[in-house]
């Protein structure tokens, strides 16, 4: 049973337009979460990350969004570039110090239209 | 300037074989992984090591085992290769809090 749900397999949105992701998840320990970034041949980049006192952390473009009582976090990319097109992944960890043990979503790819 | 390197980028075994991926990260972290990426799945770690000498078992670590002799390397080796094993494979290294940095990628076959 998958811990963390990305239900979007995709995403396709206008040049300039906001970008929303969307990621749930089961395990009540996890209380830091990540977004990485995918490119085709190229490995995951990290993006943004949320730990479970904040609600909202934002970096540039990107602002994620952490509901802990439902269990769910968006990304949100405003506006939106053709370089965002990508795979976006989102990811928990049981603590911020849990190094690399993470639990990732199955993705959703995204595409910004010129 | 190389981050997290993997070798090979490609290969083919056939069911039985075994072979190591190779993995080197240049920036002193502590932590290192190793997940493997099949469509719709995500990422699943299959083993890490929080330091040289200490490693542990991930979400799917049947048929994979790891070593961790120095801080720079964490080869994964397949002992008997199989057709469930074809996935692509990702090596992680990072400090405690958990921004992966990632290389990339070993795409693997096995017939």
């Known amino acids: 049973d998958q811990q963390v749900k990305q239900n979007s397999p995709s995403l396709s949105v206008q040049e300039g337009r906001i970008s929303i992701l969307n990621c749930d998840y089961t395990?009540?320990?996890?209380?830091?979460f990540l977004w990485y970034k995918k490119y085709p041949a190229e490995g995951p980049t990290f993006l943004i990350s949320?730990?479970?006192?904040?609600d909202k952390n934002e970096d540039g473009r990107f602002t994620v969004f952490l509901n802990k009582s439902a269990k769910h976090l968006s990304l949100h990319i405003v506006p939106s570039q053709p370089g965002d097109s990508a795979v976006y992944f989102c990811?928990?960890?049981?603590?911020?110090?849990?190094?690399?043990?993470?639990?990732f979503g199955g993705g959703t790819r995204v595409l910004v239209k010129p | 300037n190389a981050g997290v390197t993997q070798t090979p980028k490609f290969q083919v075994l056939k069911t039985g074989q075994s072979m190591t991926l190779q993995c080197a990260q240049d920036?002193?972290?502590?932590?290192m992984s190793w997940y493997r990426q099949d469509p719709g799945m995500g990422l699943r770690l299959i083993h890490y090591?929080?330091?040289?000498?200490?490693?542990d078992q991930g979400e799917v670590p049947n048929g994979y085992n790891v070593s961790r002799s120095t801080t720079e390397d964490f080869p994964l080796r397949l002992l008997s290769a199989a057709p469930s094993q074809t996935s692509v494979y990702f090596c992680?290294?990072?400090?405690?809090?958990?921004?992966?940095?990632f290389g990339s990628g070993t795409q693997l076959s096995v017939l």
């Open positions: 992680a290294s990072s400090f405690r809090d958990g921004k992966l940095f």
């Open positions: 395990n009540s320990m996890f209380d830091y």
């Open positions: 949320i730990s479970s006192i904040k």
């Open positions: 990811a928990a960890s049981a603590g911020e110090a849990a190094g690399n043990k993470l639990t």
């Open positions: 920036m002193n972290h502590e932590y």
């Open positions: 090591s929080v330091g040289a000498g200490i490693t």
